[in-house]
């Protein structure tokens, strides 16, 4: 219809237009077919809790005109170029003039020039708006009581839960929510545990600082003209990994390196595994641990595959209670509250996967991982009791080390030849070095009574007597009249030649000096050992800090009930 421009235009716009009505007429229809779903469903959710009713949030209502509208443009009913042309034949009464123009191409004949003539001429005169007008105000008013009903349903409509469906759905919501943010936590905890290790390789601070120990042992010489220098080595190494044994020797490691496994199993888990397990952790392995951990999720896998529900209730409890065990185990001997994290996280994950049957492979591959994590937890805590093991292995060999540097005997290639490879190693050597003069244990030299082996006149205590160190022979079974008895008053410096005891009040002042007096004298001990070296250095600040607190206490404190004197040599 190339040749008919004014009939073509026409026939098209107002086919536009009745397919704009055609859509706006569907949309309408679906509006009221989805609102009073909507409705019916919101109705059905706040009564009976069938549905869940965190679907029926306010902006939900959005949901309604949206999908009105999908549903309207697709199933609206489409016109055709034949429905327009019959409408403005009669909107005009053209008595068919414009189906006949929309037919021209399958028809032949000689009066189609007169039938174009004349359709050009009516189409100047029709409006398309006139052939099809929109009628959307009748329309208005039940979109808009629909929409307001809807409001007024959501707002006032209140929620019961009869069959405790509400409830039930909350509880699977939390719960899947709660497995969702354990899996992050396992995650991240993961991430960190490995890339700690990753930095604790060959470049930990731990592995650095015993390496230079190492190597400034294999360069000492026995001669006097080295001994400042050696001196000066020793002492700075002992600073640098004194200050590294404060910063490794935590409260927590410290209580369950000093941890003893009572007679009493804890749970279903034996004594003896405990006892393995801890004095393993201690030693600096992890190996026992990791065995039990492994038997879990073996067992984890096989809970999967029960489809007997008595039969899988009852090896899911089995389950729990060893893990339980292993985290109270954690918690009351290994005293790491990240590997009691794990197991504890582990049991819920899996308990998540027996309420909800829905959630169960999700939730036993989380408990898997939650092992996986209490393994690498188990392997971390027992390298940090293993570097600190070593650092007090070297803190030791420092020691003896100074000792014998003083005596010149601190022999590097005497130290080789022997084999030393290990800082356990030294700290053997230099103790038996040490022991062979006598310093630690063994014969002694001194000023006996008795006859000398010697020259001279007079009278003399004789020369130089030799005295044999051993214990003397004992008979155990021999009955004797010995008892047992211990004094209740307290300790005091020197010999107590005299006492006596009387009744009524005590001096104050007199009860604070006698006590003070015998406590700055132990102090002064303590203090000598110390300044020997003869106290490890790792536990210097603690027994200082430990008399000062008593210090504090017997200045605070009253006078006895007695009152005693005493003579002192």
Same mark, same amino acid.
């Given at each position: ?36 779903? /909507? ?10 809790? /069938? ?16 999908? #009105?509208?999908?549903?309207? *443009? ?10 327009? #042309? ?21 028809s032949a004949g000689g009066y189609q020039e007169l039938v174009k ?64 943010? %354990? ?22 601070? *731990? ?6 120990? *190492? ?28 200050k590294l044994f404060s910063k490794k020797n935590t409260k927590a ?32 392995? %992890? ?52 590997? #009691? ?28 991982? %939650? ?45 080789e030849s022997e084999g030393i490879a290990s800082l356990e190693d /030294? ?93 700055? *004298? ?23 800090? /430990? ?23």
């Amino acid at each position: 219809m190339s040749d008919l421009p004014n009939a073509s235009s026409l026939i098209h716009r107002v086919a536009t237009r009745l397919r704009i009505s055609a859509i706006a007429r569907a949309t309408y229809l679906a509006f009221l077919w989805v609102g009073g779903a /909507y409705m019916v469903a919101l109705l059905v959710s706040r009564l009976t809790g /069938y549905i869940p009713v965190e679907w029926f949030q306010p902006v939900s209502v959005a949901v309604v005109p949206v999908l #009105a509208l999908i549903l309207g *443009t697709i199933f609206h009913k489409r016109p055709s170029v034949v429905d327009s #042309a019959r409408s403005i034949d009669r909107h005009a009464d053209a008595k068919d003039l414009f189906l006949t123009v929309s037919r021209l191409d399958e028809s032949a004949g000689g009066y189609q020039e007169l039938v174009k003539q004349d359709a050009e001429k009516k189409s100047e005169g029709i409006e398309p708006a006139g052939v099809v007008p929109y009628h959307f105000n009748n329309r208005v008013a039940p979109v808009f009581g629909t929409a307001v009903v809807l409001a007024l349903c959501l707002w006032l409509v209140p929620e019961f839960d009869p069959f405790g469906i509400a409830e039930a759905s909350e509880a699977r919501a939390n719960a899947a929510k709660v497995l969702d943010q %354990s899996k992050k936590a396992t995650v991240a905890r993961a991430k960190q545990l490995k890339k700690d290790e990753e930095d604790g390789g060959e470049n930990s601070e *731990t592995r650095k600082e015993l390496k230079k120990l *190492t190597e400034g042992l294999k360069k000492m010489k026995p001669e006097r003209s080295k001994r400042v220098d050696q001196e000066k080595f020793l002492v700075k190494r002992k600073q640098s990994t004194n200050k590294l044994f404060s910063k490794k020797n935590t409260k927590a490691l410290r209580e369950m390196l000093s941890k003893k496994i009572s007679d009493a199993g804890l749970g279903s888990m034996s004594n003896e595994k405990m006892k393995k397990m801890l004095k393993e952790l201690q030693d600096g392995k %992890s190996q026992a641990l990791a065995e039990e951990l492994k038997s879990l999720k073996n067992q984890l896998k096989e809970l999967s595959n029960i489809k007997d529900p008595a039969e899988r209730q009852k090896k899911a409890r089995e389950i729990k209670q060893q893990m339980q065990d292993l985290a109270n185990f954690a918690k009351d001997k290994a005293n790491s509250k990240k590997l #009691a994290e794990a197991l504890e996280r582990a049991m819920q994950q899996m308990q998540a996967g027996q309420d909800n049957p829905k959630m169960s492979r999700e939730a036993m591959k989380a408990a898997m991982e %939650s092992l996986d994590l209490s393994e690498m937890e188990a392997k971390d805590l027992a390298k940090a009791a293993k570097e600190l093991k070593k650092l007090e292995e070297a803190l030791n060999a420092i020691q003896m080390a100074r000792q014998l540097n003083e005596q010149d005997r601190l022999d590097a290639a005497e130290m080789e030849s022997e084999g030393i490879a290990s800082l356990e190693d /030294y700290e053997d050597f230099f103790q038996e070095m040490l022991a062979e003069r006598g310093e630690s244990m063994g014969e002694g030299e001194g000023e006996g009574d008795g006859e000398g082996e010697g020259e001279g006149d007079g009278d003399g205590t004789g020369g130089e007597g030799q005295g044999r160190g051993g214990k003397s022979p004992e008979d155990d079974s021999t009955k004797t009249g010995f008892k047992k008895e211990e004094s209740k008053q307290e300790l005091q410096a020197g010999k107590n030649i005299l006492s006596w005891k009387t009744k009524g009040m005590s001096d104050t002042g007199e009860y604070k000096k006698k006590v003070g007096d015998s406590l700055n *004298t132990v102090k002064q001990g303590v203090s000598e050992a110390i300044r020997k070296e003869e106290v490890p250095p790792g536990y210097q600040d603690g027994i200082k800090k /430990y008399f000062d607190n008593i210090e504090d206490v017997v200045t605070k404190k009253a006078a006895p009930a007695t009152k005693a004197g005493s003579g002192k040599k």
